[in-house]
């Protein structure tokens, strides 16, 4: 994690998208614990007014006070739908912003190590294989954008909902809340466990292409000098293993496995 503190100079850079971004984080979720209450309050005055709407059975007013009462009920369905427009709005500015910030870190990587790349010498090159500094352009730029986009967001998301979300639980009713949040370690100890396994298995059976990074590094370099007939027709034979793998039956686990934690009825 220490390598990461090289990446503060790009937060810095683009600070005011990291935290306008932060906001938009901040704005979507408050909808998000406003519904449930509009929900609660809804029900809450349905079920305190069907009484008295019953006591006017027959009487002259029981239309009238139903008119009304299906009023209310519309508005605040009004209210969720403006509430889930507003919650969807704010997300997309905040996918503009940390998400573009991202894209805007991943591309000075990208200039930051090809200008290096530049000022090396020739003996450099001769030396160290091509394909494997083509991949450190281009997939580990990728992975730290992972980091510096969806991570950053999706853990700035994750840590507002958790107390924002707590904190109005916590309101209502205290005991409940601490029945809720008690189970929470374990599955949070269950669930990183078993997503890391997934993360393993889905990152050596489901590449970027049928061909796994190394074997592309060593071939990268080689395909530049390919350009015999008989060397071409040897090229073929190197990827039909790792073809072949990706078609094999255990790679569906990845796809199984989830279903664990996300299962279909």
Not at 2 to 26: D, E, P, Q, T
Not at 180 to 190: K, M, N, S
Not at 258 to 265: G, M
Request: glycine share 2%; proline share 6%.
């Amino acid at each position: 994690m220490s390598h990461l503190k090289s990446l503060n100079k790009y937060f810095i850079r683009y600070k005011w998208r990291l935290l306008l971004g932060i906001a938009f984080v901040i704005l979507s979720n408050i909808p998000a614990v406003v519904q449930p209450q509009v929900i609660r309050y809804v029900i809450d005055l349905t079920e305190e007014n069907i009484g008295f709407y019953r006591i006017l059975n027959g009487s002259l007013l029981q239309p009238v006070y139903l008119k009304f009462l299906t009023s209310v009920i519309a508005y605040f369905g009004v209210v969720m739908l403006l509430l889930a427009l507003l919650r969807g709005l704010f997300m997309f500015f905040m996918r503009q912003t940390l998400i573009v910030m991202s894209r805007y870190i991943e591309y000075d990587l990208k200039n930051e190590i090809y200008q290096h790349y530049q000022e090396l010498d020739l003996m450099f090159y001769k030396t160290h294989n091509i394909g494997d500094l083509m991949n450190r352009i281009t997939e580990d730029v990728s992975r730290v954008r992972m980091y510096v986009g969806p991570a950053l967001m999706y853990s700035v998301n994750l840590f507002f909902t958790i107390v924002m979300t707590v904190y109005v639980m916590w309101q209502v009713n205290v005991k409940l809340t601490l029945f809720t949040l008690a189970p929470l370690p374990f599955l949070a100890l269950t669930i990183y466990y078993v997503n890391r396994i997934i993360h393993k298995r889905v990152s050596v059976s489901r590449p970027s292409s049928p061909i796994s990074p190394p074997l592309r590094r060593r071939t990268i370099p080689a395909s530049a000098s390919l350009n015999r007939i008989h060397r071409k027709r040897l090229r073929p034979n190197i990827f039909a293993k790792p073809a072949n793998d990706i078609r094999s039956v255990r790679f569906i686990w990845p796809v199984r496995k989830p279903f664990i934690f996300l299962p279909c009825f």
